[in-house]
């Protein structure tokens, strides 16, 4: 096994943190970069959060960030995972990792590449297996959920999310306007259907409501003061009102995926 094996996870929104703390919870020492300005809904599952508060911390894993890499060890030191704001990714070739896995959810490539680390994982759409990257693992819910492609892409970014409690698109909820979000409600807030949730605030200084469109619990919001252009995904709802807990949990979905991350990677450091 290679113990000092370094693990890089480009991004730290919800669906990276299932792995990032799968990655963790394994022993395997993992190092998140993460954009200036996060824009993650689900925030209180979200460890990009530490570029905002310092710190945060994700079902018992606590996320810290730093400045440089030199201070990666001393968060090791803590059993915490550090943060650092790198969107170009230019310390991947000082730090030597033995994986790089891109969890930007982009639905495109952002600038990952085969030459950044021995194995490469890319999750979503927008890669290539084989050609931008070693292994793009399937992040569309249902039957090829998690699965592990090695040549070819996963499926196609629809624009449609997947289905939950009888919902698709009208639980998600995005900007009608440019301008700056503000939160009216927080998550984990029971609301109802048109109930206004938020604000956006124009350039002419006018604030556009932000209202639901099922009812539900408000289970991701976008973080007050983030700039916004139309059709910005926004805020979340799950119509299943007894879920509560989920707000605060790592989705079903993000640890399929995770699992399938960790498989591919104890295949690449565990030898």
Same mark, same amino acid.
């Given at each position: 096994?290679?113990?000092?094996?370094?693990?890089?996870? $480009? +991004?730290?929104?919800?669906?990276?943190?299932?792995?990032?703390?799968?990655?963790?919870?394994?022993?395997? $020492?993992?190092?998140?970069?993460?954009?200036?300005?996060?824009?993650?809904?689900? !925030?209180?599952? =979200?460890?990009?959060?530490?570029?905002?508060?310092?710190?945060?911390?994700?079902?018992?894993?606590?996320?810290?960030? *730093?400045?440089?890499?030199?201070?990666?060890?001393?968060?090791? %030191?803590?059993? =915490?995972?550090?943060?650092?704001?790198?969107?170009? +990714? %230019?310390?991947?070739?000082?730090?030597?990792?033995?994986?790089?896995?891109? &969890?930007?959810?982009?639905?495109?490539?952002?600038?990952?590449? $085969?030459?950044?680390? #021995?194995?490469?994982?890319?999750?979503?759409?927008?890669?290539?297996?084989?050609?931008?990257?070693?292994?793009?693992?399937?992040?569309?819910? +249902?039957?090829?959920? +998690?699965?592990?492609?090695?040549?070819?892409? &996963?499926?196609?970014?629809?624009?449609? #999310?997947?289905?939950?409690?009888?919902?698709?698109?009208?639980?998600?909820?995005? %900007?009608?306007?440019?301008?700056?979000?503000?939160?009216?409600?927080? *998550?984990?807030?029971?609301?109802?259907?048109?109930?206004?949730? =938020?604000?956006? $605030?124009?350039?002419?200084?006018?604030? *556009?409501?932000?209202?639901?469109?099922? /009812?539900?619990?408000?289970?991701?919001?976008?973080?007050?003061?983030?700039?916004?252009?139309?059709?910005?995904?926004? %805020?979340?709802?799950? /119509?299943?009102?007894?879920?509560?807990?989920?707000?605060?949990?790592?989705?079903?979905?993000? !640890?399929?995926?995770?699992?399938?991350?960790?498989?591919?990677?104890?295949?690449?450091?565990?030898?």
């Amino acid at each position: 096994m290679k113990k000092d094996a370094l693990i890089i996870v $480009r +991004g730290g929104g919800d669906l990276a943190t299932g792995t990032i703390h799968r990655l963790w919870s394994a022993g395997l $020492r993992v190092l998140v970069l993460e954009t200036a300005q996060p824009a993650a809904i689900r !925030r209180q599952v =979200a460890l990009c959060e530490a570029v905002y508060e310092g710190e945060t911390t994700v079902e018992g894993l606590r996320a810290v960030r *730093i400045e440089t890499l030199e201070q990666v060890q001393s968060v090791w %030191a803590q059993s =915490a995972v550090p943060v650092l704001v790198d969107p170009e +990714g %230019a310390c991947i070739a000082r730090a030597k990792p033995e994986v790089v896995v891109d &969890a930007i959810l982009a639905k495109r490539n952002l600038g990952t590449h $085969r030459d950044m680390a #021995p194995l490469t994982i890319a999750l979503g759409p927008g890669f290539v297996a084989g050609q931008d990257v070693d292994v793009v693992v399937e992040t569309k819910r +249902g039957h090829r959920l +998690g699965r592990i492609i090695r040549e070819g892409s &996963a499926i196609p970014n629809t624009g449609i #999310p997947g289905v939950i409690g009888g919902y698709g698109a009208e639980r998600v909820i995005h %900007a009608q306007a440019a301008g700056v979000f503000m939160n009216v409600r927080k *998550i984990g807030d029971l609301v109802e259907k048109c109930e206004t949730i =938020a604000t956006i $605030r124009t350039q002419d200084g006018t604030d *556009i409501p932000v209202t639901a469109q099922i /009812p539900g619990i408000l289970r991701g919001l976008l973080r007050s003061g983030y700039p916004v252009t139309p059709g910005f995904k926004i %805020a979340d709802i799950d /119509p299943r009102r007894e879920e509560l807990s989920n707000c605060f949990l790592i989705s079903d979905k993000s !640890r399929c995926i995770a699992g399938s991350v960790l498989e591919l990677v104890c295949a690449q450091v565990w030898q």
